[in-house]
């Protein structure tokens, strides 16, 4: 499967193409068209098609195809001109169907012209291409879009191409979405003590991207981390609701874009284009992590290509003593008992001096009366200790309205195909199907 999207994004990507079997009639050559900017101007380019032949060709229709997943027709604006001193005229695109269901591939595809490109033998034509991502009720692209050519007789009733002549295409990255994790401490204490931090999202052209999830990815790096994340007892994150302040616990594994546990929809502040999410992180004593790359992550999981709703923060972690075995952000914090004050001791005062003897002793009076007996208890008293019973422990706090899995399991692959949805995953999709 790897080969394969390698293979079909390098046939895409090269200067120009010709159909399988070594279809030498015609070609296709794509150029400009580097990167675009939800909600700003146009990405511009042209495409060149020539026909190799000894004979005029008369049958072959321009087609392009502008893809990437929950990308349709209405997000889309693409204009094309006949020639460097040609009028820009609108180019209608349709969706595509390409069998993967609501969750899978979607693309857009247009017959640029509507009718058939008249070549000479061996000449060459020219059209300039430009589009542009407009504002929807959709998502907005969270990978680069793939933008492919072809000579070939039309679209199919899916808006699939069909027994294309010759094809291209390259991939047009994506800007104009920026998301950080902020406010984490350079060293976050493994105490099982909640520490806060804030995730921002922000948009240029103040497009509203209309991400509804999200999930955080805890790794602990090379031979300690695991792509399911940590242990529930080792660490935890939660989002806090910004309704009721209550904090929801979310889940740590790698996740691509369905299935996170993070509510961006209902947990994010601020307007759409400076969206903010108050988030604590907390470490038991158990945590344990390797040096070399432990991070958390936020946004979607790239598993096999990179993902424009994606970033990371490096970590480190300082082991604390007397740490609980397990995280309880909501415990709460033991109150130190104060050290007593000593108290000064007084200094003892002088005695007097005893004055001299008289020198005549006085005479020492004689009793006459008889001492009485000290009287005899009766009985001993007891000694009685008292031992007091232990207070049965306070409760913790009410327990996190759990948003997910607390022990979530994520198979790397899993993950990995959830994301792998780039133009070359596309290109592969719509290759499979193509008959």
């Not at 009287?375 to 948003?403: I, N, R």
């Amino acid at each position: 499967m790897a080969a394969a999207l390698v293979a079909s994004l390098v046939a895409l990507t090269a200067p120009a193409a010709h159909a399988a079997g070594g279809d030498r009639t015609h070609s296709v050559r794509l150029d400009g068209l580097a990167s675009v900017e939800p909600g700003g101007g146009w990405s511009e380019g042209s495409v060149t098609v020539r026909n190799d032949t000894d004979k005029p060709s008369v049958d072959q229709h321009l087609l392009i195809v502008v893809g990437s997943q929950s990308l349709g027709p209405d997000q889309l604006l693409v204009e094309y001109a006949d020639g460097a001193s040609g009028a820009w005229q609108p180019v209608r695109m349709t969706a595509q169907d390409l069998g993967g269901g609501t969750g899978g591939y979607e693309g857009t595809a247009a017959d640029v012209t509507g009718a058939a490109v008249e070549l000479q033998p061996h000449a060459e034509r020219t059209f300039k291409l430009r589009f542009k991502v407009v504002q929807s009720k959709h998502e907005g692209p969270a990978v680069d879009i793939g933008f492919e050519a072809y000579l070939g007789p039309g679209l199919r009733q899916d808006g699939q191409v069909r027994d294309w002549t010759a094809g291209t295409g390259r991939v047009v990255k994506v800007n104009g979405l920026t998301t950080t994790i902020e406010g984490l401490p350079k060293s976050i204490p493994a105490d099982g003590r909640p520490h806060p931090f804030k995730v921002s999202i922000k948009t240029a052209n103040g497009f509203d991207w209309h991400i509804t999830e999200a999930s955080f990815f805890l790794w602990a790096g090379q031979g300690v981390g695991s792509m399911d994340g940590p242990p529930a007892c080792d660490a935890e994150v939660d989002v806090q609701d910004p309704k009721d302040g209550s904090w929801h616990r979310v889940d740590l594994g790698a996740v691509g874009m369905v299935g996170g546990s993070v509510d961006v929809a209902k947990w994010a502040t601020g307007p759409v284009d400076n969206k903010v999410i108050n988030a604590r992180i907390t470490l038991g004593k158990n945590f344990k992590l390797d040096p070399s790359d432990p991070s958390l992550n936020f946004g979607y999981y790239p598993g096999a290509g990179p993902v424009l709703f994606w970033t990371t923060e490096r970590i480190a972690t300082t082991p604390v003593d007397g740490a609980p075995d397990c995280v309880n952000p909501d415990a709460p914090v033991p109150t130190a008992t104060p050290t007593p004050t000593p108290t000064a001791t007084a200094k003892p005062t002088a005695t007097a001096k005893p004055t001299a003897a008289p020198s005549t002793a006085a005479a020492v009076p004689t009793s006459t009366a008889t001492p009485s007996k000290a009287p005899t208890p009766t009985a001993s008293p007891s000694v009685v200790k008292a031992v007091a019973k232990p207070s049965p422990a306070k409760e913790a706090a009410g327990e996190l309205a759990d948003t997910g899995s607390s022990d979530p399991v994520v198979p790397a692959g899993i993950a990995a195909a959830l994301i792998a949805i780039g133009a070359a995953a596309v290109a592969l999709a719509r290759r499979a199907r193509r008959g």
